[in-house]
């Protein structure tokens, strides 16, 4: 199996802050890698696809990039209503989710 | 537009089986690249798929669990069922179902229901 590894496992940030989040494949996993968003008390909403894609209605200061093995998410200014938990996964054989990042306002 | 919903007991005892329905709209399950998959969320967890069925009823099942799943769908009335025998209360969680598309563009769940919680408890 394919195992998806995220950092960190939380962290706080300041509005308007930039914020990173890596997740690093077992496996070369091409660029076969999608980021979801889980706000509390919701299902996770899609936000990139194919590991750099932005999904349709997504806002523009989500972006992420990446190949082979490793992948960032980055929010390029943090906003309240981002308070979330991300997870990465990949589809490149069956299919694996992360563990989640925690993002949280400071 | 596109919508899922999912449906089904909110508490099972443990040994019992589980059935759950996927009821969606705004798509058909017998257009190419179209599949629905069935996700879980344990409390406080990460996400687990459980298993999917394409537009071809072509099933995948999450290696772990395929002894106790099937999953079917029925295309007339847009529904997709996942059945979970011998329910155990660690399989206390919130049930997601998703459609997932798979495409020269992506392979991703770009939809999903807003999911059940089933509790497992005698």
């Known amino acids: 199996d394919i195992q998806m590894t995220q950092s960190p496992s939380s962290l706080s940030a300041s509005v308007g802050d930039r914020v990173t989040i890596t997740c690093r494949a077992s496996q070369n996993i091409n660029t076969f890698l999608n980021w979801y968003q889980q706000r509390p008390g919701r299902a996770p909403n899609l936000l990139i696809y194919t590991a750099s894609s932005l999904q349709s209605g997504v806002p523009s200061r989500f972006s992420g990039r990446g190949s082979g093995t490793d992948f960032t998410l980055t929010i390029s200014s943090l906003q309240p209503e981002d308070v979330a938990t991300y997870y990465c996964q990949q589809t490149y054989r069956i299919q694996t989710f992360g563990q989640g990042t925690k993002v949280e306002i400071k | 537009q596109v919508t899922l919903r999912e449906s089904g007991p909110a508490l099972v005892k443990p040994t019992q089986t589980l059935t759950l329905t996927c009821t969606f709209s705004g798509f058909s399950l017998t257009t190419s690249g179209m599949c629905v998959s069935w996700i879980r969320q344990t409390p406080g967890k990460a996400l687990e798929w459980l298993a999917f069925?394409?537009?071809?009823?072509?099933?995948y099942y999450n290696t772990s669990l395929m002894s106790r799943l099937t999953i079917s769908k029925d295309t007339s009335k847009n529904q997709v069922v996942l059945t979970m025998t011998n329910m155990d209360p660690v399989d206390t969680a919130t049930y997601y179902c998703a459609r997932r598309r798979r495409d020269d563009d992506t392979d991703s769940y770009d939809f999903w229901g807003p999911g059940t919680l089933v509790t497992v408890s005698s």
């Open positions: 069925i394409d537009w071809d009823d072509d099933k």
